[in-house]
Nanobody
Framework: HVQLVESGGGSVQPGGSLTLSCVVN????????MGWFRQPTGKDYEGVAS????????NYADFVKGRFTISRDSAKKTLYLRMNRLNTEDTGRYYC?????????????????WGQGTQVTVS
């Protein structure tokens, strides 16, 4: 069983930065992909970034490329999302997710485990 716990959300002015963290508890050796997703109010989930922990490959949504960075600390079992140059369209609830078998990407439908999310407000 895998549990994901996000933190680091908050309110920030446009142009500001935040770093989200996601602690992964439980059996993690079978996880082959971890990602960040967001859900703006009243909208569907959007894939933000993903990371293949075995090969280090990353994927980013076009709207965050050059601004956001996904990374992990394997010793701390923690996934991070560094967000720079935030704008109002980045407002939403951000979720950490993980999956086992299969490919790695930013399609939320392929992920098995989800955290409760952390709110990010840019205004």
């Amino acid at each position: 069983h895998v549990q994901l716990v996000e933190s680091g959300g908050g309110s920030v002015q446009p142009g500001g930065s935040l770093t989200l963290s996601c602690v992964v508890n439980g059996t993690t050796t079978s996880l082959n992909c971890m990602g960040w997703f967001r859900q703006p109010t009243g909208k569907d989930y959007e894939g933000v970034a993903s990371l293949d922990p075995f090969h280090g490959a990353t994927n980013y949504a076009d709207f965050v490329k050059g601004r956001f960075t996904i990374s992990r600390d394997s010793a701390k079992k923690t996934l991070y999302l560094r967000m720079n140059r935030l704008n109002t369209e980045d407002t939403g609830r951000y979720y950490c997710a993980a999956k086992g078998a299969g490919g790695c990407g930013i399609d939320p439908l392929i992920f098995d485990y989800w955290g409760q999310g952390t709110q990010v407000t840019v205004s």
